[in-house]
C-alpha cells in the first residue's frame, strides 16, 4: 500500500490558484459537445474524472482537442447526434460524467454500453433510469436492477408529457436529464421529493444559460426547457476555480493562522461550496473576500459547529475534520447524499474521526463529534495515524488536514487525489508549514 507521512503542520498562508472546477468542467466539456459551433474552454480541470468524460465524447466522435495553453481545449459541437452511435464506455468512478452521459445518450438513441469500477456499480442510478425511461429511453441492467452497468439501446414511441424525477438521492439525475433536453427539444420536469444539493441545480442553468438555453424554473419543484431547444456555442468559456478544493484552504487558513488566499473563486461564484466561507466564519475565521478571491485567518480552538449542511455536501467533509479542533461538539445534518458517493461517506469519516480519538455518533443522515480532549493543543503526541482513504479524494484531502493537530498523520493510497486534484500535497506543502 502507498501511503504519505504529513509533516507537522503549525501555520499555513499564502496564496494559491486553484484548480478548474470538476463539476463545471465535465458540464462543460458535455454541453459544448452537444452545441452547434467549436467552444474554445480555458482553465478546464485536468484530472482522472475530466480525462474520463474527454475520453468518452472522443470514443463517440466528438473531436477534442488541447489547445496551446495549459487548460485549453477546443471542442467541436454535434448538435445533430454523436457521429458514433453504437460504443462501450468506461467511466471508472466518475458520477458527473457517467449520470449526464446516460441521460444525453438516452434522450439521443443509439446503442451504448455505460460502465465504471466496481465502485460505480455500487451507486444507484434507478431513479435516473425510472425518468428517463418516462422520456422514451430504451435502457436495461446489465447486472443489478436499480444499478449499472447500463446498456441503452433504441428508444420507444411511449414517452411522458411531463418527466418526474426523484430529487432526494442525487442531484446529479437532474442535471443529467436538464442538460440532456436543453439538446433534445426541450421538455418539462418534475421533481419528486425533497431537492437535495441544489447549488449544484443551478449551476447548472446557469451553464446551459451560457449556452443559449435559458429553463423556466418553477421554484424547485418543476422545471420547463423551452421546447426546441438546442445549445449553441459562445466561443469561448473560461472554467472558474473549484470552490470544493477551496476549503481545504480556507480550513488552512483557519487552522494556521493565515491570511491565506485562495483565487479562482469569490463572490462571483456560480458554485455553491463558495457557502463554505459561512463555516469557517462560524467556527471563528476572520474572512475577506472579492469577486474572484477569497483569504481566510484564524487560530484554533474552534468554536463548535451545528449546522445543515445538504447545500454543501463535498466541503461539508472538510467541516467535518474541523470539528476536531473546536471546544465543545459539533453536529452536522443532512449529510446522507454521502452515502452514495466515491464510497459510504458517512460511515468512513465516522471511523477515521475515531483513530483520531474523536466520539462520533453517525446517524442516516448525520454526524456528532465530539472532539478529543486537547486536540486544539500541541500535546507532543508521537504515535502515527494511518489514515484509509477508500480510494475516495476528498477523505485524503479533508483529513490532510488533521496535520495541524497534535497527531501525525499518515494518508495512505494518496494517490486518490487525482480524481480531482492530482496536485493537491504539493500545493498544500507551498502554503503549510
Not at 428517463?132 to 447500463?150: H, K
Not at 408529457?161 to 446529479?172: A, L
Amino acid at each position: 500500500m502507498n501511503f504519505l507521512d504529513l509533516p507537522r503542520y503549525r501555520e499555513a498562508s499564502g496564496t494559491l490558484r486553484l484548480p478548474g472546477s470538476k463539476s463545471i468542467s465535465n458540464r462543460m466539456l458535455l454541453i459544448a459537445a452537444l452545441a452547434s459551433g467549436t467552444t474554445r474552454l480555458t482553465g478546464l480541470l485536468d484530472s482522472d474524472d475530466t480525462r474520463v468524460m474527454r475520453a468518452a465524447l472522443a470514443s463517440l466522435g466528438v473531436r477534442v482537442e488541447a489547445g496551446a495553453a495549459p487548460g485549453e481545449w477546443r471542442v467541436e459541437g454535434c448538435p445533430l447526434g454523436f457521429p458514433v452511435a453504437k460504443a462501450d464506455l468506461f467511466l471508472g468512478n466518475a458520477g458527473t460524467a457517467f449520470r449526464s452521459l446516460t441521460a444525453a445518450l438516452a434522450l439521443r438513441g443509439g446503442e451504448y454500453r455505460l460502465h465504471g469500477v466496481p465502485r460505480m456499480h455500487e451507486r444507484p442510478i434507478g431513479d435516473l433510469v425510472d425518468a428517463l425511461r418516462q422520456g422514451g429511453a430504451g435502457i436495461r441492467y446489465e447486472a443489478n436492477a436499480g444499478f449499472p452497468p447500463l446498456v441503452i439501446g433504441e428508444r420507444t414511441d411511449a414517452r411522458a408529457g411531463t418527466i418526474r424525477v426523484r430529487g432526494d438521492v442525487s442531484s446529479q439525475f437532474l442535471s443529467g436529464l436538464l442538460m440532456a433536453l436543453g439538446a433534445s427539444g426541450g421538455g418539462r420536469l418534475e421533481v419528486e421529493g425533497e431537492l437535495i444539493s441544489k447549488p449544484y441545480v443551478a449551476m447548472t442553468l446557469k451553464l446551459m444559460e451560457r449556452f443559449g438555453v435559458t429553463v423556466a424554473a418553477e421554484g424547485w419543484r418543476a422545471f420547463a426547457v423551452p421546447e426546441g431547444s438546442r445549445y449553441r456555442s459562445p466561443g469561448d468559456v473560461e472554467v472558474e476555480g473549484d470552490a470544493s478544493s477551496a476549503s481545504y484552504f480556507l480550513a488552512a487558513g483557519l487552522l494556521g493562522g493565515g491570511p491565506l488566499r485562495v483565487e479562482g473563486v469569490g463572490r462571483d461564484s456560480i458554485q455553491g461550496d463558495v457557502g463554505f466561507v459561512r463555516v469557517v466564519e462560524a467556527m471563528g475565521a476572520r474572512v475577506a473576500w472579492g469577486a474572484n478571491w477569497i483569504e481566510v485567518a484564524g487560530r484554533p480552538p474552534l468554536v463548535p459547529l451545528d449546522a445543515d449542511l445538504n447545500d454543501i455536501p463535498d466541503a461539508a467533509m472538510t467541516a467535518a475534520v474541523l470539528a476536531l479542533f473546536a471546544t465543545g461538539p459539533s453536529r452536522l445534518r443532512n449529510i446522507g447524499s454521502w452515502r452514495v458517493k466515491e464510497t459510504d461517506r458517512l460511515a468512513a469519516m465516522a471511523k477515521e474521526l475515531r483513530k483520531l480519538g474523536a466520539d462520533v455518533a453517525e446517524g442516516p443522515d448525520s454526524l456528532g463529534i465530539v472532539p478529543p480532549p486537547g486536540f486544539a493543543a500541541d500535546t507532543g503526541r508521537v504515535a502515527r495515524v494511518p489514515i484509509d482513504t477508500y480510494d475516495d479524494h476528498r477523505m485524503a484531502m479533508c483529513f490532510a488536514l488533521a496535520a495541524f493537530g497534535p497527531v501525525p498523520v499518515r494518508i495512505n493510497e494518496p494517490e486518490c487525489v487525482s480524481k480531482t486534484f492530482p496536485t493537491f500535497f504539493q500545493a498544500l506543502g507551498r502554503v503549510a508549514r
